[in-house]
C-alpha cells in the first residue's frame, strides 16, 4: 500500500514536469515566432520607408528638370528663340542641352516644331524614331534626369491691351493684344543603382517678356 501511494506520487510529480516542460516549451515557441514577427515587420517598415525616400527623391530630381526646362524655354524666347551658348552641354560648366539637339529644342521652342517625333526616353519611341532624344540632360544627386519640352498650340488672351499686343512677337499675337503659347515639359529621373524612375509632366502658358506659368 505504502509502495503504491510512492508510486502514484512520483508519477504526479513526472507529469507535472512533463507538464511544465512541455508549458514552457510552448512558451519558448510563442516568444521565437512573435520576435520573427517583429523582426519581419521591422525590415518590410524599413523597406517601405526606404521606397518611399526613394520615391520622395526621383520625384524631386524630375521637379528639378521641370524647372529647369521652364528656365530654358524663357532664355531661348528672351534670346530670340535661339539657345544661348551657355545652355550647351560642350561649355564650362555644362549647360542642360545637348548641343546635338540644339536646332531641334530651337524648332520645338519657336513654335516650328510642332508635331516633330521626339521623346526623353524608350522604347516605345514616336513613329520615325529609333532612339530618345532628350532636349534636357542632367545629373541630380543620385538621379540621372532627361526631359522633353514640346510646343503645344497658342492660346490668344481676351482683354489685352494695346501695349502687351505690341511687344508680342507679330506671329503670336491676338487681336485683343496677347496669345499665350503653350508648352509640354516631360522630364524622368532614374537612380543610377537601383533603376527607380519617376516621371512628372507639366504645362506651361508662355507670353513673351512675362515669363511662363504654370498650369
Known sequence: MGMTRATSGQRRTGNERGIALLSVMMVMLIMTVLGIGALTMTGLENRVAGFASSMEAS????????????????????????????????????????LSNKTQLESEIGAIGAGVADTPIGPPFPAGLTAAVPNLVQT?????????????????????GAERHNAYHAPYSGANGGTDVMYR????ATNVTTGMRSRLTAVYACLENEGCQRI
Open 59 to 98: 520625384a524631386a530630381a524630375a521637379e528639378a528638370c521641370v524647372q529647369t526646362g521652364v528656365k530654358v524655354i524663357q532664355q531661348v524666347k528672351e534670346n530670340g528663340d535661339v539657345v544661348p551658348t551657355a545652355l550647351l552641354d560642350n561649355q564650362t560648366p555644362p549647360g542642360p542641352i545637348p
Open 140 to 160: 541630380v544627386g543620385a538621379y540621372s534626369v532627361v526631359g522633353d519640352i514640346d510646343y503645344l498650340y497658342n492660346r490668344q488672351r481676351a482683354g489685352m
Open 185 to 188: 515639359v516631360d522630364c524622368v
